[in-house]
């Protein structure tokens, strides 16, 4: 099994910048792409992006290009979301995930592995 623990959250005002971290714990050998998904209240869980193993593939959603930016240090297990330029509609819980095989993807359903999520507050 492997576990992930989300961390970085907080509250920000609108058009500041937060870093989520996802350390991995337990099998990561296992463990291929990782990604970042949110959920807003009342809205179901979102793809926010991904990256692949070695982290040369990067993709984005499209509320997030260009303002978040995903990264992942193998060596220390633990991925990294980036957010700068935040809006009040970032505002969510947002969860680590990984995969065992496969480059990235949307699907939630590729992803094996869950963290248990960490709140961002965007406030305008």
């Known amino acids: 099994q492997v576990q992930l623990v989300e961390s970085g959250g907080g509250l920000v005002q609108a058009g500041g910048s937060l870093r989520l971290s996802c350390a991995a714990s337990?099998?990561?050998?296992?463990?291929?792409?990782m990604g970042w998904f949110r959920q807003a209240p009342g809205k179901e869980r979102e793809f926010v992006a991904t990256?692949?193993?070695?982290?040369?593939?990067?993709f984005y959603s499209d509320s997030v290009k260009g303002r978040f930016t995903i990264s992942r240090d193998n060596a220390k297990n633990t991925a990294y979301l980036q957010m700068n330029t935040l809006k009040p509609e970032d505002t969510a819980v947002y969860y680590c995930?990984?995969?065992?095989?496969?480059?990235?993807?949307?699907?939630?359903?590729?992803?094996?592995?869950w963290g248990q999520g960490t709140q961002v507050t965007v406030s305008s």
């Open positions: 995930a990984a995969r065992r095989l496969g480059v990235g993807g949307t699907r939630q359903d590729l992803y094996a592995y």
């Open positions: 337990g099998r990561t050998f296992s463990v291929s792409a």
């Open positions: 990256i692949s193993w070695g982290g040369s593939t990067t």
